[in-house]
């Protein structure tokens, strides 16, 4: 399932996250945390996670998608690999073709987070920089993605997916991965799905009404039978 959903940050937010990423910001070479696949393909620089920037922008961005119920009801998320930063400009300005690898490891939290769902949270706008396209290969076809500041887009961990080349400007995003509660995409989009039918049944008949009582059971039925907690 691919999900856009819009304005994860708000605008103070982003100039907050835009203000911790200008200037003197620890850059290094992304090469740094790719795998063997990736090492090849991957030309752009990330925010050193060590760093007192990182850690406040990964605070900022947790926090902006705890409070999202869509962002929670699409990914039902177990862990949140912690989010990280990248930039690409100049010669280091695209990763090609790859797909993410299975289980990464948290420094931030010492944990091993299976990689069910990938996630870019675009922090430039569109405006600001040419190429940079996010590029995605599913049972669809191909999409190409390029968000406004603040949006987010979710796609399955399993895709190949590449960034195209930035030639004019800089692109800079979060990106950070999800271990599900539910392992399967085709089991947490017919949940999804059913979790937005409700909400609109409980704006029409309310709560209490019979059928969204027997609903919402069985969301519930569904989710405690797929749930890996």
């Given amino acids: 399932m691919l999900l856009h959903l819009t304005n994860i940050l708000s605008s103070d937010e982003l100039e907050q996250a835009k203000s911790l990423l200008g200037g003197d910001a620890p850059w290094r ?14 030309q752009n620089h990330q925010l050193s996670q ?12 947790l926090a902006a998608l705890n409070r999202d119920p869509l962002f929670l009801s699409a990914a039902l998320p177990k862990k949140i690999f912690n989010p ?17 690898g299975a289980v990464l490891h948290s420094k931030a939290t010492q944990q091993w987070v299976r990689t069910d769902i990938s996630c870019t949270l675009f922090l430039s706008d569109p ?9 995605i290969r599913d049972a669809q ?4 993605i390029k968000l406004p500041a603040g949006h987010l887009i979710l796609y399955p961990g399993t895709t190949v997916h590449q960034v195209t080349p930035v030639t004019r400007g800089e692109r800079i995003a979060s990106f950070f991965w999800i271990e599900s509660l539910v392992r399967s995409d085709e089991q947490r989009r017919l949940l999804f799905d059913m979790d937005e039918h409700l909400g609109r049944l409980r704006q029409t008949l309310g709560e209490a009404h019979a059928s969204v009582v027997g609903l919402t059971g ?12």
Avoid at 141 to 144: A, D
Avoid at 218 to 229: E, F, I, M, P
């Fill in 141 to 144: 076809g191909t999409q190409r």
């Fill in 29 to 42: 070479d992304g090469r740094s945390s790719a795998g063997g696949q990736a090492l090849a393909q991957k």
């Fill in 218 to 229: 069985t969301y519930h039925n569904l989710l405690r039978l797929w749930a890996d907690t």
């Fill in 84 to 100: 990280l930063f990248n930039r690409y400009h100049g010669e280091s300005n695209f990763y090609g073709p790859h797909i993410d």
């Fill in 50 to 61: 060590d760093s007192e920037a990182a850690r406040q922008l990964q605070a900022l961005v």
């Fill in 127 to 135: 405006a600001d920089y040419d190429g940079g396209e996010l590029v």
